[in-house]
């Protein structure tokens, strides 16, 4: 990877903000722009070098704004587009990079669009620009299943139905409509003329499908996690979307890039969105999604590195994000590598926290970039005990398994106090935060030794050794349960997976470790669940 130019993107960390949960300057209990524009010394102390903030525009949030009425405008909840400016301004000032979401596969059933497309009436060419369709008989046009739950298609009062892979208020753009390209090249200039640093592309590989909406047969259940082949998501026509979006980006100073969410079915699918003239970065959900087993974690990260490598992309490393139980929780759970479909439950917060601090060391020791969700460096467990009446999730409502308990990982942040909300803002908070987070806030862990914040923070600067040290992962041999690997010849991360602690030949200078790590007369002992850098 030497030969690559450098790029401030190939091996970023970038913190996902989840607007609504992350600071509430109005007080409406919903977090909001001017709260995470308070909060950026925050973020520059913790040392990230971008954002990528979840959806703020205009919108019913059906799908908390994954339902977008209006891309150029900024939903009230969160302020305006003077305060999406001064906060990227801001950023800049301090060094941090922003990323904003964009979701280009649906609208909101309330975008103006959708709103002609169903008072024009069938055969209006206004309804082409989403996917419009006569029934079979009193049945939906095709087999096709919404991932939240039901079919993916809704009839409206003329009889027709129209496609939504999400909720019924997540209309699907026709992307083979020419005004629906025009239209999303012209909302990627409105934000990067703002000043945004690029774009996380929601459901990046649903845009196109399949000629004639083909039904998918046999088995109609998936979700969005673990759809395979099927006829609406990851078709060829995808990536010629993303050559064009290059070109603009590429029109644009600084490095502008775009993430894609695209779960598609194996890495090297997954990696031709990242092709030279495509995206620049791609979720990596098959590592999110391995447990925690040294053979499981060294075949995955092989086999990222080797996909990305292909094609000449940084691959990404991620744990948790607002669609996933919180990897302090997920870790612990049975089938700890599946990422959504599980109810989560409640695990020995102790050992959680132990062995996520131990995973979030050995992600950002790996090399490439790095996403965070806010929170995971304050340790927050996923919150397993929300009352069905607070719970916003369409999908929970849906009764869908996929997604129904996103929720939990969505609890606004404790930034100081001692009761609810925690700092998070001068009222209340949107979903309740437990009576436990007090010990957790950033207040209660801030300059603390030992403190997940404190780790985090200092992991982020030693990072710069550990970039330094170079690309280039070699396994070592280690004792049973213990996952070793090199960076360049300076630097080595030792992760002890096993059940009880190991003992071993100390490497060099301790970094850093996630938890004690005791060294005596060379002899380094890691206790269970522990990750630990050394420089060579
Ligand atoms: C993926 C987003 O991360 C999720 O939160 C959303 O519900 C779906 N896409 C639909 O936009």
């Given at each position: 990877?030497?030969?690559?130019?450098?790029a401030?993107?190939?091996?970023?960390?970038?913190?996902?903000?989840?607007?609504?949960?992350?600071?509430?300057?109005?007080?409406?209990?919903?977090?909001?722009?001017?709260?995470?524009?308070?909060?950026?010394?925050?973020?520059?102390?913790?040392?990230?070098?971008?954002?990528?903030?979840?959806?703020?525009?205009?919108?019913?949030?059906?799908?908390?704004?994954?339902?977008?009425?209006?891309?150029?405008?900024?939903?009230?909840?969160?302020?305006?587009?003077?305060?999406?400016?001064?906060?990227?301004?801001?950023?800049?000032?301090?060094?941090?990079?922003?990323?904003?979401?964009?979701?280009?596969?649906?609208?909101?059933d309330?975008?103006?669009?959708?709103?002609?497309?169903?008072?024009?009436?069938?055969?209006?060419?206004?309804?082409?620009?989403?996917?419009?369709?006569?029934?079979?008989?009193?049945?939906p046009?095709?087999?096709?299943?919404?991932?939240?739950?039901?079919?993916?298609?809704?009839?409206?009062?003329?009889?027709?139905?129209?496609?939504?892979?999400?909720?019924?208020?997540?209309?699907?753009?026709n992307?083979?409509h020419?005004?629906?390209?025009?239209?999303?090249?012209?909302?990627?200039?409105?934000?990067?003329?703002?000043?945004?640093?690029?774009?996380?592309?929601?459901?990046?590989?649903?845009?196109?499908?399949?000629?004639?909406?083909?039904?998918?047969?046999?088995?109609?259940?998936?979700?969005?996690?673990?759809?395979?082949?099927?006829?609406?998501?990851?078709?060829?026509?995808?990536?010629?979307?993303?050559?064009?979006?290059?070109?603009?980006?590429?029109?644009?100073?600084g490095?502008?890039?775009?993430?894609?969410?695209?779960?598609?079915?194996?890495?090297?699918?997954?990696?031709?969105?990242?092709?030279?003239?495509?995206?620049?970065?791609?979720?990596n959900?098959?590592?999110?999604?391995?447990?925690?087993?040294?053979?499981?974690?060294?075949?995955?990260?092989?086999?990222?590195?080797?996909?990305?490598?292909?094609?000449?992309a940084?691959?990404?490393?991620?744990?948790?994000?607002?669609?996933?139980?919180?990897?302090?929780?997920?870790?612990m759970?049975?089938?700890?590598?599946?990422?959504?479909?599980?109810?989560?439950?409640?695990?020995?917060?102790?050992?959680?926290?132990?062995?996520?601090?131990?995973?979030?060391?050995l992600?950002?020791?790996?090399?490439?970039?790095?996403?965070?969700?806010?929170?995971?460096?304050?340790?927050?467990?996923?919150?397993?005990?929300?009352?069905?009446?607070?719970?916003?999730?369409?999908?929970?409502?849906?009764?869908?398994?996929?997604?129904?308990?996103?929720?939990?990982?969505?609890?606004?942040?404790?930034?100081?106090?001692?009761?609810?909300?925690?700092?998070?803002?001068?009222?209340?908070?949107?979903?309740?935060?437990?009576?436990?987070?007090?010990?957790?806030s950033?207040a209660?862990?801030?300059?603390?030794?030992?403190?997940?914040?404190?780790?985090?923070?200092?992991?982020?600067?030693?990072?710069?050794k550990?970039?330094a040290?170079?690309?280039?992962?070699?396994?070592?041999?280690?004792?049973?349960?213990?996952?070793?690997?090199?960076?360049?010849?300076?630097?080595?991360?030792?992760?002890?997976?096993?059940?009880?602690?190991?003992?071993?030949?100390?490497?060099?200078?301790?970094?850093?470790?996630?938890?004690?790590?005791?060294?005596?007369?060379?002899?380094?002992?890691?206790?269970?669940?522990?990750?630990?850098?050394?420089?060579l």
């Amino acid at each position: 990877m030497s030969d690559l130019p450098p790029a401030w993107w190939r091996d970023a960390v970038i913190y996902q903000i989840y607007p609504r949960s992350f600071a509430d300057a109005n007080g409406d209990g919903i977090g909001d722009l001017p709260g995470i524009r308070s909060r950026l010394p925050y973020l520059r102390d913790l040392g990230v070098d971008a954002v990528w903030l979840s959806p703020f525009y205009l919108s019913p949030q059906a799908d908390a704004g994954y339902d977008v009425a209006d891309y150029r405008t900024v939903d009230p909840i969160f302020g305006t587009v003077e305060d999406a400016r001064g906060l990227v301004d801001d950023a800049h000032d301090v060094g941090v990079r922003v990323i904003v979401d964009l979701v280009p596969n649906h609208s909101s059933d309330q975008h103006v669009w959708f709103q002609q497309a169903l008072a024009e009436g069938p055969g209006s060419p206004l309804r082409e620009r989403y996917h419009f369709r006569d029934g079979r008989g009193d049945l939906p046009p095709n087999d096709w299943p919404s991932i939240f739950g039901g079919p993916a298609w809704t009839q409206v009062p003329d009889g027709q139905w129209y496609l939504h892979l999400f909720a019924p208020e997540q209309p699907d753009f026709n992307w083979d409509h020419p005004a629906v390209a025009d239209e999303f090249r012209t909302i990627l200039r409105f934000w990067l003329d703002l000043g945004v640093d690029g774009f996380r592309i929601d459901v990046a590989h649903g845009l196109v499908k399949e000629a004639g909406l083909p039904d998918i047969g046999a088995d109609t259940s998936w979700h969005l996690l673990d759809v395979g082949e099927s006829p609406c998501f990851d078709r060829p026509g995808v990536h010629e979307i993303y050559r064009g979006w290059r070109r603009i980006l590429d029109e644009y100073p600084g490095e502008r890039i775009a993430v894609a969410e695209a779960w598609a079915p194996t890495l090297a699918r997954v990696a031709d969105y990242v092709r030279p003239d495509e995206l620049h970065q791609a979720f990596n959900f098959s590592y999110m999604s391995t447990a925690w087993q040294v053979e499981a974690q060294r075949e995955v990260i092989d086999a990222s590195l080797a996909a990305m490598h292909a094609v000449g992309a940084p691959t990404t490393w991620t744990l948790s994000n607002h669609d996933v139980v919180r990897h302090t929780n997920r870790l612990m759970q049975e089938n700890q590598g599946e990422v959504a479909g599980r109810r989560p439950t409640e695990v020995d917060a102790e050992a959680g926290l132990r062995r996520a601090r131990a995973a979030s060391l050995l992600l950002l020791a790996l090399p490439g970039s790095a996403y965070l969700y806010q929170g995971e460096e304050l340790g927050l467990p996923e919150v397993v005990d929300l009352p069905a009446s607070v719970r916003q999730d369409p999908a929970f409502h849906r009764a869908a398994g996929q997604d129904g308990y996103r929720d939990g990982c969505r609890v606004p942040i404790p930034w100081s106090g001692t009761a609810a909300p925690y700092g998070f803002g001068p009222g209340s908070s949107w979903l309740p935060q437990p009576s436990s987070w007090a010990s957790l806030s950033v207040a209660a862990q801030d300059g603390v030794p030992g403190s997940t914040l404190t780790m985090y923070r200092d992991a982020l600067a030693l990072r710069r050794k550990v970039l330094a040290a170079g690309d280039a992962l070699t396994w070592q041999d280690a004792p049973g349960g213990v996952l070793a690997f090199e960076r360049g010849a300076s630097f080595r991360c030792l992760v002890n997976m096993g059940d009880g602690p190991v003992t071993l030949d100390a490497p060099g200078e301790l970094l850093i470790a996630s938890g004690p790590v005791a060294i005596e007369n060379g002899i380094a002992t890691i206790p269970p669940d522990t990750a630990s850098w050394w420089s060579l």
